[in-house]
């Protein structure tokens, strides 16, 4: 369902199904991957860098997904002509 909201860019209602469901789960990084991927196709930096700074915090030790993460921020930032900042993604 968070994938679904995301990919119609209602990321306030997929933010709030995430709240509703951490309240009585573990947090899931694939709902949070879910978001960010939606926020790439939205082209939205903002909200990209929240979703992707939560992830860090609520999964330091899920580096993969993170470095996907890194990957579709710096897409966002690169397709929106900010290539500097995409570039300190990378590094």
Request: include cysteine.
């Given at each position: 369902?968070v994938?679904c909201?995301?990919?119609?860019?209602?990321?306030?209602?997929a933010?709030?199904?995430?709240?509703?469901?951490?309240?009585?789960n573990?947090?899931?990084?694939v709902?949070?991957?879910?978001?960010?991927?939606?926020t790439?196709?939205?082209?939205?930096?903002d909200?990209?860098?929240k979703?992707?700074q939560?992830?860090?915090?609520?999964f330091?030790n899920?580096?993969?997904?993170?470095?996907a993460?890194?990957?579709?921020?710096s897409?966002?930032?690169?397709?929106?002509?900010?290539?500097?900042?995409?570039?300190?993604?990378?590094?």
């Amino acid at each position: 369902m968070v994938d679904c909201l995301s990919r119609l860019f209602m990321f306030d209602e997929a933010q709030k199904l995430i709240e509703d469901y951490e309240k009585t789960n573990t947090p899931s990084i694939v709902m949070y991957m879910s978001v960010l991927s939606g926020t790439r196709n939205n082209r939205n930096s903002d909200l990209s860098e929240k979703i992707y700074q939560r992830m860090k915090t609520l999964f330091p030790n899920a580096k993969e997904s993170l470095a996907a993460g890194v990957v579709l921020l710096s897409n966002i930032y690169s397709s929106l002509g900010k290539h500097e900042e995409a570039k300190t993604f990378r590094s």
